[in-house]
T-cell receptor, first 114, second 114 residues
Framework: QKEVEQNSGPLSVPEGAIASLNCTYS??????FFWYRQYSGKSPELIMS????GDKEDGRFTAQLNKASQYVSLLIRDSQPSDSATYLC??????????????FGQGTTLQVKP | KAGVTQTPRYLIKTRGQQVTLSCSPI?????VSWYQQTPGQGLQFLFE???????NKGNFPGRFSGRQFSNSRSEMNVSTLELGDSALYLC?????????????FGPGTRLTVL
């Protein structure tokens, strides 16, 4: 079982719709969770971090964390074609809490169609 | 603040050679992490340096090594290059004590091994 799993996609949504990206992780002791966006040929860009169960909103982005289910998701409201990218879920697993060791999922490719 | 910088941006080497990549973190950041990104394996953690000490290490062979200088700049070295070392090498820095796992990536170094 991979430590961090994402559906590779592609996930295709129409412009203006809500895109829902999901991530599961295996280490129940994980404390920190991150979403990065990576455009083709570019490096990952931090979108959001989340540490506590529940929702965290930042503009059109909402991260949701459920530690009991070992599940973290990212919702993108009013999706735009410029949101088309690969979205990477990253987890700071137990034993490396609050350090610079992140375990990444394979990423989900999002396509927003005009 | 200036972002994370990496040099060189592109490298072409042949099998058996060695290579050194450089990373300058965001000013004030003391943690530097290195990742390898390939289409097949995704983003994989190599190692992290904090205050000139290796704090975490990933599952890579000893041909991959790194170091950090007193000004927090970091270098990674790959000896005896193999074709499979062709990848995008990403450096990320993090700074605050309370969010040492919140990482910001540089543009990467694209290494091609022929």
């Amino acid at each position: 079982q991979k430590e961090v799993e994402q559906n590779s996609g592609p996930l295709s949504v129409p412009e203006g719709a809500i895109a829902s990206l999901n991530c599961t992780y295996s280490d129940r002791g994980s404390q920190s969770f991150f979403w990065y966006r990576q455009y083709s040929g570019k490096s990952p860009e931090l979108i959001m971090s989340i540490y506590s169960n529940g929702d965290k909103e930042d503009g059109r982005f909402t991260a949701q964390l459920n530690k009991a289910s070992q599940y973290v998701s990212l919702l993108i409201r009013d999706s735009q074609p410029s949101d088309s990218a690969t979205y990477l879920c990253a987890v700071n697993i137990r034993g490396s809490s609050n350090t610079g060791k992140l375990i990444f999922g394979q990423g989900t490719t999002l396509q927003v169609k005009p | 603040k200036a972002g994370v910088t990496q040099t060189p941006r592109y490298l072409i080497k042949t099998r058996g050679q060695q290579v050194t990549l450089s990373c300058s973190p965001i000013s004030g950041h003391r943690s530097v992490s290195w990742y390898q990104q390939t289409p097949g394996q995704g983003l994989q953690f190599l190692f992290e340096y904090f205050s000139e000490t290796q704090r975490n290490k990933g599952n890579f062979p000893g041909r991959f090594s790194g170091r950090q200088f007193s000004n927090s700049r970091s270098e990674m070295n790959v000896s005896t290059l193999e074709l499979g070392d062709s990848a995008l090498y990403l450096c990320a820095s993090s700074g605050t004590v309370l969010a040492a796992d919140t990482q910001y990536f540089g543009p990467g170094t694209r290494l091609t091994v022929l």
